[in-house]
């Protein structure tokens, strides 16, 4: 079968996703990175060839006609049919195409994600004489099916569709995608709504073509499939989608040197075996930092900067990995935690260690009463000042973390401490640019070597929490911070 054309309705507006759906469009929510639409786009353009793709745009369609374009710079022709009244339902918003289609068409809803898709198995279909075909998964949640369509099936052949059905008679997960001839445009205008929904369903015009045509068949869709409803579900595609190649993914280990020769020694030869790369950024250092690090193995670049803050920068900046994970060189962190972090990484878009769990705090840590109670309270500031996004923390000044690169650079301009404010800065940032943040625990050493820069005395711990402090309070307001893009 030949499919030219593709239309991928994404007018809805996702209200069971809110609040995350009042400043974005669903389709636009990013699975490892990617916006849901674009992946959908690329199963259409890659495996099927289709090169001409309507969007039926309407809540926040602008975000997704600036994201995509014309749609050249994908190698398709996107043509966007506006949707003026969301709430018609998808089966009365794909109308909105049928001057523009007179032909069998491919589509798939926007706000799904699909992994290991066999959606070019329709290139081999033979069936010619059909109205429709929907894409069928197999799946042994049977909340899936309650959430989506059932479907019952004689061969082939779809005998029954029932949206949202209360009681599961087998395995078959109906999917959001479809091939349409265009006799399904006459069928929603006959359609009458829905005595539960109040609008006319797709599923149950589909339904009628079953019962009246028998000409409706499916697709049997292998992989994992996702239809993106809640925050919930957003969650678990994006664990799995992450999941699946995640042993592919480079990670880098960034340690900001000041004068540490005592201990770096110990930091690189701890992490070194584990990661694609340990890149150590040595801020000048008057001593053999550089030396003994890059004798390790690790990757040195000496820079001239201000500080803690911008040295860390500088090395998220230019690492090689799609994971970065910054560590102190002081040897107060261990690389037996990395791999909770990593785990956590499936789940969230920056991992945050924290140091204030009792039992993880080795005897002669620099974690005295004043600053474990002192983190703990500006860590629930911060929650406070963002408690609509849910964070939980309960420590500010934690330099182990880890945080997706495709992440990092969506607030990479944003950063601006040059101190030990970097390290909340990091984590407002991540609030402010909307990514979900998890916080762990992990095992707090004694240093090696030397006195902290930051924490050393109370004069200095008291300097660095209010430098936190004012950080905090004008990324929350707004005073004189980078706007929000």
């Keep these: ?35 849901l639409i674009l ?5 259409m353009r890659d495996q099927i060839g289709i090169k001409t793709i309507y969007i039926i745009i309407g809540h ?17 022709n996107i043509k966007y049919v506006f949707c003026n009244n969301p709430d018609i339902g998808l089966a009365r918003g794909l109308l909105l195409v049928k001057e523009h289609v007179q032909e069998k068409f491919l589509t798939i809803l926007g706000d799904e994600a699909y992994v290991q898709s066999n959606h070019q198995d329709l290139l081999k279909w033979e069936i010619e004489d059909f109205s429709a075909i929907c894409g069928v ?18 061969g082939k052949r779809i005998t029954k569709l029932i ?23 006459d069928e929603i205008e006959r359609a009458t709504p829905s005595p539960r929904s109040g609008r006319v369903e797709l599923t149950d015009v589909i339904n009628n073509l079953a019962t009246t045509k028998k000409n409706v068949y499916a697709l049997d869709l292998t992989g994992e499939y996702h239809n993106i409803n809640s925050i919930e579900e957003y969650n678990a595609a994006n664990y799995a989608i992450r999941s699946y190649d995640f042993d592919q993914y480079k990670v880098s280990v960034v340690i900001p040197t000041y004068n540490e020769e005592t201990s770096i020694g110990y930091v690189v030869s701890d992490f070194i075996e584990q990661v694609d790369e340990v890149f150590v950024v040595d801020n000048s250092s008057a001593d053999k930092t550089a030396e003994i690090a890059r004798h390790l ?37 261990r690389s037996k935690d990395l791999s909770k972090i990593l785990t956590y990484l499936r789940d969230a878009d920056m ?13 002669g840590a620099n974690m005295p009463e004043p600053v474990r109670w002192g983190n703990v309270i500006v860590a629930k500031l911060v929650e406070l000042l963002w408690w609509k996004q849910e964070p939980r923390f309960t420590d500010v000044g934690c330099t182990y973390r880890g945080i997706w690169k495709d992440c990092y650079l969506k607030f990479q301009d944003r950063l601006m401490g040059t101190g030990p404010e970097f390290a909340p800065e990091m984590m407002v940032e991540a609030l402010r640019a909307r990514r979900r943040v998890i ?16 924490s050393d005395n109370y004069f200095k711990i008291a300097r660095t929490a209010l430098r936190m402090l004012k950080m905090i309070i004008s990324s929350r307001f707004n005073l004189g911070r980078k706007a929000i893009v």
Excluded: W
Aim: proline residues 5%; positive net charge.
């Design 351 to 363: 991992v945050m260690g924290t140091r204030t769990t009792r039992e993880m705090i080795e005897q």
């Design 39 to 43: 992946r959908i786009l690329e199963i």
């Design 439 to 454: 916080e762990i625990p992990v095992s707090y050493y004694p240093r090696v070597g030397g006195k902290s820069k930051h």
């Design 137 to 154: 998964n197999r799946t042994k949640n049977p909340l899936q099916i309650q959430k989506n369509y059932s479907v019952e099936l004689e």
């Design 60 to 76: 926040l369609g602008h975000q997704i006609s600036f994201f995509l374009g014309d749609g050249s710079k994908y190698g398709v």
């Design 1 to 35: 079968m030949e499919l030219k054309v593709g239309v991928i309705p994404a007018a809805g507006k996702g209200v069971r996703a809110y609040p995350r759906t009042t400043y974005i469009s669903k389709v636009m929510f990013e699975i490892a990175g990617k916006p």
């Design 297 to 333: 193995g690790a990757r040195v670049e000496v820079v001239k900067l201000k500080g803690y803050g911008d040295t860390i920068k500088y090395g998220l900046d230019n690492a090689i990995g799609d994971i970065l994970i910054v560590v102190e060189a002081d040897y107060s962190f």
């Design 163 to 185: 949206e949202k059905p209360q009681s599961i008679k087998n395995d078959l997960l109906g999917c959001g995608t479809y091939v349409f001839t265009p006799v399904i445009f």
